[in-house]
């Protein structure tokens, strides 16, 4: 991409690409999150998402094939790092299950509702529930059986029937996704504090 | 609309209307509420709502001005026999609260799970957040407000600071709503048992 004595070389880009040090590839997903969350993801071309990006659109297939890879990545990157953190903390299991319950609450509602844009709100697009997006319902079944397991390793959850089991899951899985719509709504609150008094809340729901 | 001596007047429709004894107008509610669920929002064109209806285009706008109202529509249809049962419970106030609570959760999350579709799934659209949604949102804050109202009448709840009953509310509200999106994944569990399991966790969120 060299220009020579100041000449410019082919054509003009579509627009001066802002310099936020980000690679091409995390620019473009910066722009796909917050025109998907704010113009609607069917809404949204790819051409808009590249000028965004301030690339050419052709450019942009240097680094994603479309659309749907670029929702596909954002969806998952809403769920990786709190399976990271559930896969360690299942494995710590000398320490009790309800202090570790409550940090992976505490640190998914955090992510959740931390980002720049609600990304969460994605989830609920039918376009997600097509096999293209095989990989995010994936890591999303992990993370909620990493719940199930940390509930069932706490004193209450010990006891309880399997179809119990899932009901209390259901609803602490529930709680943490169903805090984003309700945290768009009033977001003057810190989020660490809505993050702490959602994990306690989860906590009462398994009855530990 | 008459046919003359068996003879078709005019142009053969775009569809045979489907035989559901629904009114033209809840004909063309029940199509958008299947289509903005299915295929999405913005993907969905008047026309396919129309041809669902088993109507031509034009026809349609007799009875409604285009897809905006149609979804306006759905979305306070999820919160107005809510808010009708919540006023009657806040009326109620010789009864203890807590019941009244219980009984307002309970119906809400049938309400929203129960239903051929999930139209909850729709409050996220970033369509929604337009001015044109402003009925929605106000019958959906005074649905909250009675939450609010009934949580500050428990036991537990009277003695609370402002800042400590919103988060409270936010809390519940944000479980009602959280459970589309967990109900939808398992619909083997029926409704009501759900419904129930939710209305105990959110006493147990309160503190009652």
Redesign the interface.
């Known amino acids: 991409m060299g220009s020579t004595g100041g000449r410019r070389v082919g054509r003009p880009r579509a627009a001066q690409r802002p310099e936020t040090g980000l690679s091409p590839r995390d620019e473009l997903l910066a722009a796909a999150a917050e025109l998907f ?7 949204t071309t790819t051409r808009a998402v590249a000028e965004r990006a301030g690339m050419r659109q052709a450019s942009m297939y240097h680094y994603v094939s479309g659309k749907e890879e670029l929702l596909a990545e954002l969806l998952e990157s809403t769920v990786t790092p709190s399976l990271a953190l559930a896969r360690d903390l299942l494995a710590q299991d000398a320490a009790p299950a309800e202090g570790r319950l409550w940090e992976l609450c505490r640190t998914d509602v955090e992510l959740l509702c931390g980002g720049p844009h ?1 990304l969460g ?1 994605l ?5 997600v529930r097509a096999d293209r997006f095989a990989g995010f319902h994936a890591v999303r079944a992990e993370l909620k059986d990493a719940y199930r397991q940390l509930i069932a390793a706490t004193r209450t959850g010990g006891g309880l029937a399997k179809s119990e089991l ?2 209390r899951t ?2 602490v ?11 768009r709504s ?1 977001s003057e ?1 810190p989020v660490a ?2 993050a702490e ?2 994990a306690d ?1 989860a906590l ?2 398994v ?1 530990a």
Chains 1, 2 share one sequence.
């Open positions: 969350t704010t113009r609607g993801y069917a809404a609600n709100g989830y609920l697009l039918p376009e899932d009901l259901d609803l899985f529930g709680l943490i996704e169903g805090v984003i719509l309700v945290h009033d609150r504090v809505f008094a959602t809340a009462r729901i009855g």
